[in-house]
């Protein structure tokens, strides 16, 4: 299974990557020109015979001393899991994360979401606590 960081001019590749996650990942040609030019956005994915079957993306989070990266959202064809794709996606996001000397990478979901929960473990993904709460503030728009 291959899998490569998109960049600038990967962008025909980035929306056909968004299709894996439904229907609401439908990112205009112009969105994905911005997106592959924000140096804070960083995406993975994976291939089978140059078709995206894997893709994961993040966001680079700046700190006062050090930088992280917030692994966003991980999607895989329905035909392709458990072959790999996701896996492929996170090592390529962490080899990018060392390159840069970012100081780690995280993830948040449900501890109920079991196969998420086995890929992050599976990828050497830490638990380091048993009671994180996420707090979601709405902006009405």
Known sequence: MEARILYPGDEELLAAAAAIGGEDNDPSPERCRQLL??????????????RPVGFTYGHVLPQMTRTALLIYSVDTDAQHRRRGAASAT????????????????????????????????????????????????????
């Open 37 to 50: 030019a924000d140096p804070c956005f960083v995406a993975a994915v994976a291939l089978e015979n140059g």
């Open 90 to 141: 996170i090592e390529a996001l962490r080899r990018l994360s060392v390159e840069r000397g970012y100081y780690e990478m995280w993830v948040l979901t449900s501890a109920a979401n079991e196969a998420a929960m086995r890929l992050y473990a599976g990828c050497g993904g830490v638990r380091e606590t048993d009671d994180d709460v996420m707090w979601v503030f709405p902006l009405g728009s």
